[in-house]
């Protein structure tokens, strides 16, 4: 299984992007997908979370009601559209596929509980 993230770029404060996860292979209606990040210095922060059918998701407390985590299943494609962009949001984000496909238990907001990760795409959010 191979992930590839686009979509990330410079957007100034309040501006909005959105990134897009595209994953290889037939199985991508069985994985709960999420999206995590990762500022220099800092841990990887998880991002938000979504169900194997789109119906759940699952968000950060730093990004909650800013971001929105949706999926495209006929497309193998998840995505995230941020909004409101803050200086904090700068980093690299991740996307990540869990083939085990358990969501809301909370471990979806683990990076140990993701079996497949993308390379990665930054963001810069600048004033």
């Known amino acids: 299984v191979q992930l590839q993230a686009s979509g990330g770029g410079l957007a100034q404060t309040g501006g909005s992007l959105r990134l897009s996860c595209a994953t290889s292979g037939r199985a991508f209606s069985t994985f709960v997908m999420g999206w995590f990040r990762q500022s220099p210095g800092k841990e990887r922060e998880f991002v938000a979370a979504?169900?194997?059918?789109?119906?759940?998701?699952y968000y950060g407390d730093s990004v909650k009601g800013r971001f929105t985590i949706s999926r495209d299943n006929p497309k193998n494609t998840v995505y995230l559209q941020m909004n409101s962009l803050m200086l904090g949001d700068t980093a690299v984000y991740y996307c990540a596929a869990d083939r085990k496909g358990l969501f809301g238990t909370s471990i979806e907001a683990v990076a140990a509980a993701y079996d497949y990760w993308g390379q990665g795409t930054l963001v810069t959010v600048s004033s």
């Open positions: 979504i169900s194997r059918n789109g119906a759940s998701t």
